[in-house]
């Protein structure tokens, strides 16, 4: 399983907040996480406040965190690190 570092465990749920440098770069991160959500069929809840995201990573039909999670937040992951975000 994927050692998620920059992310936090909240229950059932590992969430992650990044600031990217201006809005369009945060919507250019939604837009590739959206594609690699689609390619994994796995979806996390997306919060966009300006620049601000704030991600959250369940898997809902099995009641709390699995495998796909971690392999999302890997793939969420090195598109913060593509686009030099910050992590708070």
Known sequence: MYD???W???GDT???T???ADFRTAIAIVNEIAEQAEALNHHPDIDIRWRTL???LTTH???GLT???YRLAARI???VADHQTQTL
């Open 18 to 20: 990044v600031v990217a």
């Open 61 to 63: 039909d099995a009641g």
């Open 67 to 69: 495998e796909l999670d």
């Open 54 to 56: 704030h991600l959250a």
């Open 8 to 10: 936090r465990r909240d």
């Open 14 to 16: 590992i969430r992650r």
């Open 77 to 79: 992951d090195a598109i």
């Open 4 to 6: 998620a570092p920059d």
